[in-house]
């Protein structure tokens, strides 16, 4: 089974201010999703990356895989209140066809006005 | 567009009773459907997984199980509950080829 690290685990900031969450693995992935969660409600798809190295933008969002496809990072510029949330990444194991979804334990992720 | 439908909403169960929780998809043909769960809104728990109608895989033992009786119909069982199957359950589907998973909005059970 392949283990995906989040780090940091809880962070606390003020609005305006710029961030970086990070998705740590010993293994390699052939994709990695990003989700975002509000309480109680169900994790909603932001992004998936596919290629070594790639980078996507989502307005304030950037998301980047790493080189090697063992990690990723979510960086969000100008944070919002609404951005307030559990983000978590998964990696894409293929196998025989179907795929089942790493998760790991997610950065919660507090924005005050 | 495709949609994905879960119920109850919540649910407060006495342990040793059973249980059954629905999800359904609109919208898509053959889905892969997924069963999590998810403790104290952290990480999610893959329960089980299914390719077809009647294909069942268990990522956990447990005393829960699974069916999928029609093609986007997914339901979680238990004879009896324990305490410890409290939490959030979460259902998923995704098409044969991108591999994203798209979630419900989740049942929480309390289990008392």
């Known amino acids: 089974t392949q283990l995906l690290e989040q780090s940091p685990q809880f962070l606390s900031i003020q609005e305006g201010e710029n961030l970086t969450v990070y998705c740590n693995s010993s293994s390699v992935f052939s994709s990695l999703q990003w989700y975002r969660q509000e309480p109680g409600e169900g994790p909603v798809l932001l992004v998936t990356?596919?290629?070594?190295?790639e980078v996507k933008k989502l307005k304030r969002l950037t998301f980047q895989f790493g080189d090697a496809r063992k990690d990723s990072s979510l960086h969000i510029t100008a944070a919002q209140p609404g951005d307030t949330g559990l983000y978590l990444c998964a990696g894409d194991e293929l196998n025989s066809g179907y795929s089942t979804l790493t998760f790991g334990k997610g950065t919660m992720l507090l924005v005050s006005p | 567009s495709q949609t994905i439908h879960q119920w109850p909403a919540t649910l407060v169960q006495p342990v040793g009773s059973p249980l059954s929780l629905e999800c359904t998809v609109e919208?898509?043909?053959?889905?892969?459907l997924y069963w999590y769960r998810q403790a104290a809104g952290r990480g999610l728990q893959l329960l089980f997984y299914s390719v077809g109608i009647g294909q069942i895989s268990s990522e956990v033992p447990q005393n829960l199980s699974a069916s999928r009786p029609q093609d986007r119909q997914f339901i979680l069982s238990s004879k009896k509950l324990l305490l410890s199957d409290s939490g959030f359950y979460l259902c998923?589907?995704?098409?044969?080829?991108?591999?994203?998973?798209?979630f419900g909005p989740g049942t929480r059970l309390t289990v008392t």
């Open positions: 990356v596919v290629t070594g190295g």
């Open positions: 998923a589907w995704s098409s044969q080829g991108p591999y994203e998973q798209y």
């Open positions: 919208g898509t043909s053959n889905p892969n």
